[in-house]
């Protein structure tokens, strides 16, 4: 099985993985994301559709949000 992430905003891939069916990697993923995000494709491939960080920071600017962790340390 492959799990791809895909960008929802700007259909960019980000990541794409091979997994067994039985991994118990793919059950975490699967109860954690949740029907909203994670698509199955004809194959039987899970597509994850997530924001990449690009239409992250432009959907919620830095001055707007509490994502904050997202961003690595900034010097002064």
């Given at each position: 099985?492959?799990?791809t992430?895909?960008?929802r905003?700007?259909?960019?891939r980000?990541?794409?993985?091979?997994?067994?069916?039985?991994?118990?990697?793919?059950?975490?993923?699967?109860a954690?994301?949740?029907?909203?995000?994670?698509?199955?494709?004809?194959?039987?491939?899970?597509v994850?559709?997530?924001?990449?960080?690009?239409?992250?920071?432009?959907?919620?600017?830095?001055?707007?949000?509490?994502?904050?962790?997202l961003?690595?340390?900034?010097?002064?």
């Amino acid at each position: 099985m492959r799990i791809t992430w895909i960008c929802r905003n700007c259909d960019a891939r980000l990541a794409k993985v091979t997994a067994r069916d039985d991994d118990p990697r793919v059950a975490a993923l699967t109860a954690q994301a949740g029907d909203d995000i994670i698509d199955v494709d004809r194959e039987g491939n899970l597509v994850v559709h997530i924001l990449c960080e690009d239409c992250l920071e432009s959907i919620y600017p830095e001055e707007q949000s509490d994502l904050y962790f997202l961003r690595g340390p900034e010097l002064h």
